[in-house]
C-alpha cells in the first residue's frame, strides 16, 4: 500500500473526535486507508445490498454488532443509519470509534450536518499526489505521461492501461452515481456533457454556452455541474475578491480534480498525442491545481485557492490567501522558461505591494530555482508548495 500524506491527520483527529469521515470520488482509496487506519476494527461496506438491507431494516442491531467501533464504507447508502449512530456515540463517550466514508457529497454531507454535526471531522481523499507517488517510487517519468495517467490507485497497483481503466470506471460509477441522484433518462445527453466539460478544464465557466452546445436548458446544466462537484469530478475555483481598482470576472473557472480522467475524455491515449494536443496546457494547469488542492486536504483543511482576472485580460492562476497575504502563484506547461514567462506575475506582484508573499512559478521541467524575487519549481516539486 502507498502510504497516504493524509494518514498522520485522520489519525490526530481520531484523538479529538469519535467519528472521522473521508469523503472524495471514487476509487480514490478512502476504503485502504480507512482499513489500514482501523486495522483491528470491523468492517462493513453499505454498498453490499444484504448489509444495507440489515442496517435498513434495524440500525440498532446494525450497530450493536460493533460495540468497539467499525470502519463503515459508503455511508451515504443508508443515511437513515447516521442518526442511530449520533445516540451510540454520545452515549459511549469514546474517541475515535467510527470511520466513515463516502463518495457523494449531496447524500452523505446533508446526513452528517443533521444527525453528526459536532462529532466528526471530514478529510477529503483525492487520488494519489505527486508527492506520494514519489515516496513510493512509482513517479510517471515525465510530466506528459503523468497528465496521461492521472492519480488514481488502480493505475498504480494494477496491470492496466489508463485507457482501459478510464473507460470502466466512467461506466461503472460516473453514469451510476449520476442516475442515482438526477434519476436522467438520456444518459447519452449527460456523456456528451461531461465530454464539454472536459473540453473546457481551466476555462471560465459559462453555462449558457454549454448548455447550448448540448441541446439542454441553463438550468439543467447548472444541475449536472453541480453533480459533477458532489461526485469529486470537477472543483470550480472562485475569483478573489481583490480588485486593485479593477473591475473583475465573475464567473468561476472549471476543472476537473483527475487530469488522467479529462485526458480520457477528451480522447487522448497516448503520449505522443498529450504532447501535441491543444489543450495540454490547460490540463497541466488542471494538474497541479489539483495537487495543491490535495496539499491542503491532506491536511484536513479546506481550499484557500482563487484566481485573478480583470476586464482586460490581465490573470493570474492562482492566488492562495494565507491571512492577510497574498501568494501568487503562475503555471506554465513548457519545459522552457523564456522572459515573457513572468510578465503576468510580475505585474500582478507591482499591483499587490506589500500584500504579496512568496510569489511562485510552476512549470513543465524540473529545476527548482529563484529568479528576481521569484520561486521557479519544476512539476516534480509542487508538492512542497506550502500553502
Avoid at 459511549?92 to 471531522?121: K, N, P, W
Avoid at 460516473?174 to 438520456?186: A, C, H, N, S
Avoid at 472549471?254 to 504532447?275: H, K, N
Amino acid at each position: 500500500m502507498i502510504k497516504r500524506s493524509s494518514e498522520q491527520c485522520i489519525r490526530n483527529l481520531l484523538r479529538g473526535f469519535p467519528v472521522v469521515t473521508l469523503t472524495g470520488p471514487r476509487q480514490s482509496g478512502k476504503s485502504t486507508l480507512a482499513k489500514a487506519l482501523f486495522a483491528e476494527r470491523p468492517y462493513a461496506s453499505l454498498e453490499d445490498p444484504d448489509l444495507r438491507q440489515k442496517a435498513h431494516d434495524d440500525p440498532r442491531s446494525f450497530l450493536g454488532r460493533f460495540p468497539d467501533g467499525a470502519v463503515l464504507d459508503e455511508v451515504q447508502r443508508c443515511p437513515e443509519l447516521l442518526s442511530y449512530l449520533q445516540t451510540m456515540v454520545d452515549n459511549d463517550h469514546r474517541l475515535g470509534l467510527f470511520i466513515l466514508t463516502g463518495s457523494q457529497q449531496f447524500g452523505l454531507m446533508s446526513g452528517i450536518t443533521q444527525s453528526l454535526a459536532g462529532r466528526t471531522a471530514f478529510v477529503e481523499l483525492l487520488p494519489f499526489s505527486v508527492s506520494e507517488l514519489a515516496n513510493a517510487g512509482k513517479l510517471p517519468a515525465s510530466s506528459d505521461s503523468m497528465l496521461l495517467s492521472g492519480g488514481y490507485p488502480p493505475l498504480y497497483d494494477r496491470d492496466v492501461t489508463p485507457s482501459a481503466w478510464f473507460g470502466a470506471y466512467t461506466a461503472a460509477y460516473i453514469e451510476r452515481d449520476v442516475r442515482q441522484i438526477l434519476k436522467i433518462q438520456e444518459l447519452e445527453t449527460f456523456q456528451r456533457f461531461v465530454r464539454l466539460c472536459a473540453g473546457r478544464t481551466g476555462q471560465l465557466l459559462n453555462l449558457s454556452s454549454l448548455a447550448t452546445e448540448c441541446g439542454i436548458t441553463h438550468n439543467t446544466a447548472k444541475a449536472w455541474i453541480s453533480v459533477m462537484e458532489a461526485s469529486y469530478l470537477v472543483y470550480l475555483l472562485r475569483p478573489h475578491h481583490a480588485n486593485f481598482n479593477k473591475r473583475l470576472v465573475k464567473m468561476p473557472k472549471l476543472y476537473f480534480y483527475d487530469s488522467g480522467l479529462a485526458a480520457w475524455l477528451l480522447g487522448i491515449r497516448t503520449e505522443e498525442q498529450m504532447v501535441n494536443h491543444p489543450l495540454r496546457g490547460s490540463l497541466f494547469e488542471t494538474f497541479i491545481i489539483s495537487e495543491l488542492l490535495k496539499s491542503r486536504f491532506n491536511r484536513g483543511e479546506r481550499s484557500n485557492l482563487y484566481f485573478w482576472r480583470d476586464s482586460n485580460g490581465n490573470e493570474v492562476d492562482l492566488i492562495v490567501e494565507q491571512g492577510a497575504s497574498l501568494m501568487p502563484i503562475e503555471i506554465k506547461s513548457g519545459k522552457t522558461l523564456v522572459r515573457d514567462s513572468f510578465a503576468g506575475l510580475e505585474k500582478w506582484c507591482k499591483l499587490a505591494a506589500q500584500n504579496v508573499v512568496n510569489p511562485t512559478l510552476i512549470y513543465g521541467g524540473t529545476d527548482l530555482y529563484s529568479h528576481n524575487g521569484l520561486r521557479v519549481m519544476g512539476w516534480e516539486h509542487v508538492g512542497e508548495v506550502q500553502l
